[in-house]
């Protein structure tokens, strides 16, 4: 079974939501054959690169908050990830372009290192203190690093703007055909959508139902056919 979860480095309830369906997917009995694939979504699709704003500008500006209303928010958020064992920086965060990390992502996910490079990047933007949109492109080759890619392929794929960035937009675009105007988004084997960071306790419902709901194999019989079992192999007989 395939769950593939749409979000971006940048959203909150996106770290916080991976963490619940996590919880719910390590008790989940078939868990060693659900494939989890991350998907790509920016929130802010239209900032430039070099447009950086303190988390509670960007709140202000997008909600319509004063700075105590955004301030209270990140305080709930602090303490909704500090329950899933996340840790989560309430004051000094900023907030910028996501494309370029989307772009690592997707090679990522070519390595087999998607999920260790996702997680690590949403440690890096919500508990540390080096911002991830301020240091260039060397931060995000750190993080690459330290997911197990090399340095050298991670700033190739940095140094090329188009590298990934058609399979970004395609994301972006399936995101849009499935109906998804907001993250984390997940669905399950294209037949159930979660939306937002629920319980784990409701991601654990939605694995059982779409595990149930699997149709069964249906076999062609096209008469006997050689085959190898746990007998061995039959030999053909001339």
């Known amino acids: 079974m395939r769950v593939e979860i749409w979000s971006d480095i940048a959203c909150p309830w996106c770290y916080v939501g991976k963490a619940r369906f996590e919880k719910a997917l390590q008790?989940?009995?078939h868990r060693d054959e659900v494939e989890v694939v991350h998907r790509s979504f920016e929130l802010d699709p239209h900032r430039a690169k070099d447009d950086v704003q303190p988390v509670l500008t960007v709140l202000g500006e997008k909600y319509g908050m004063s700075e105590a209303q955004a301030?209270?928010?990140?305080?709930n958020l602090g303490a909704q990830a500090a329950a899933e064992g996340l840790e989560y920086r309430t004051t000094g965060r900023d907030h910028g372009n996501t494309f370029d990390m989307h772009r690592l992502l997707h090679f990522a996910k070519e390595q087999g290192k998607q999920d260790e490079l996702t997680q690590i990047m949403y440690r890096a933007n919500f508990a540390e203190e080096r911002s991830l949109f301020t240091e260039g492109d060397e931060r995000l080759v750190e993080l690459a690093v330290q997911a197990g890619l090399t340095a050298e392929d991670a700033r190739k794929v940095l140094a090329d703007p188009t590298a990934y960035a058609d399979a970004v937009r395609a994301d972006e675009r399936e995101a849009a055909e499935l109906g998804a105007n907001g993250v984390p988004f997940f669905v399950l084997d294209r037949k159930y959508g979660v939306s937002g960071a629920q319980p784990a306790?409701?991601?654990a419902q939605?694995?059982?139902q779409a595990w149930g709901d699997r149709p069964p194999l249906r076999l062609i019989d096209e008469g006997d056919a050689d085959a190898c079992g746990p007998d061995g192999c039959a030999v053909p007989q001339h």
């Open 27 to 29: 008790a989940f009995p």
């Open 71 to 75: 301030q209270a928010g990140e305080d």
């Open 201 to 203: 306790e409701v991601f």
């Open 206 to 208: 939605a694995l059982t």
